[in-house]
């Protein structure tokens, strides 16, 4: 069962803390300068909607870390430099190599607009790539020219060389992700695309959009 979470806004139609993101959806969809953030627990949430009213929550340079773990804020306000009409992916695996399964969501909403997988076997990095090419070719199909996020150093090296290098073996156990990346490979080699593919800057911004919420390297 999915743990709850409390969804403050602090910027948008009605702000307030909502409990579901339908509701905060409401509040912060197509909304100028929409400033939003969701905790796991309704105290971090009233504390943080308290800090803001009182004027310290977006203090310039400065940021707000919940209590629980001090990570960077997943909130995104106009200055941070997202580009909202995006795409972000991510990967989500099971070991390192192992099962490997990947998607693309809307970054603005979370919107799931493609998935692919379980793959059987593969690596952080490969599904990674995949991610990217599948959004780029994906974007090219509808003619669109969204910029594409991906946390993955590796990976976007990978997009722009065109080529992956990777230590995983073929064999008959990752024969289903070779071939992925095989032909992820041909498509970069064939097609061209104006869309800015970028490093998601998760020290500033937190997660990325697309998260499964699995870490894993390589």
Same mark, same amino acid.
């Not at 971090?44 to 804020?73: L, Q």
């Not at 997943?74 to 990967?91: A, E, H, N, R, Y």
């Not at 490969?126 to 070719?137: P, R, S, T, Y």
């Not at 590796?154 to 032909?183: G, H, M, N, Q």
């Given at each position: ?119 059987? &076997? ?5 599904? *990674? ?5 599948? /959004?780029?070719?994906?974007? !090219?199909?509808? %003619? ?51 869309? &800015? ?5 998760? *020290? ?5 959009? /697309?998260?499964?919420?699995? !870490?894993?390297? %390589?």
């Amino acid at each position: 069962m999915a743990k709850p979470k409390y969804y403050v806004v602090w910027k948008g139609r009605r702000p307030g803390i909502y409990t579901r993101w339908e509701e905060c959806k409401e509040q912060i969809h197509h909304f100028p300068g929409a400033r939003y953030k969701s905790f796991s627990t309704k105290e971090e949430a009233e504390r943080a909607y308290k800090e803001d009213i009182e004027g310290s929550f977006f203090t310039k340079g400065k940021s707000h870390k919940s209590s629980n773990d001090g990570a960077p804020p997943s909130f995104f306000t106009p200055d941070q430099g997202i580009d909202f009409d995006s795409i972000s992916v991510d990967v989500g695996t099971r070991g390192n190599p192992g099962p490997v399964e990947y998607k693309g969501v809307d970054t603005r909403t979370g919107e799931v607009i493609f998935s692919y997988g379980p793959i059987p &076997k593969g690596t952080n990095n490969l599904g *990674e790539f995949l991610a990217i090419v599948h /959004a780029l070719a994906y974007l !090219k199909k509808k %003619g669109s020219k969204k910029t594409v996020y991906s946390d993955s150093r590796t990976a976007l090296k990978w997009v722009r060389e065109k080529k992956v290098s990777s230590e995983l073996p073929r064999d008959s156990s990752t024969e289903e992700i070779w071939r992925l990346v095989d032909r992820a490979e041909k498509w970069l080699k064939q097609n061209t695309y104006e869309n &800015k593919v970028l490093k998601w800057d998760t *020290e500033r911004w937190g997660e990325i959009k /697309a998260d499964y919420g699995r !870490k894993s390297g %390589g």
